[in-house]
C-alpha cells in the first residue's frame, strides 16, 4: 500500500530533497501500521510530537490504509 507523509518542523531536514508541498509516499505492505511507518522512515529513535492520520491524532500502533495521509509533528517547546 502506498501512503503519503507530511514531516513538519526539523523532521524534514532529514530527507534530502523533502518536498514541502508534496511530502513524501511510503510504500508499505498491507495492513501495517503507523509503527512500521516510522520504522520505515528510520524515525524509530527519533522523539516525535504528535501523528495524524486522516486528520486525526492518532495514538499506538494505528492500522494503516492505502492512500492515508499521515502528518507527523516535531516535539513543540516554549514557554
Known sequence: M????????TLRKRFAGYDAVNGLSVQLQAGAGVKALIARLGLAE????FISVDGRIVHGDVPLHDGARVRIFQPIFGG
Open 2 to 9: 502506498l501512503v503519503q507523509v507530511t514531516l513538519y518542523g
Open 46 to 49: 527519533v522523539r516525535l510530537g
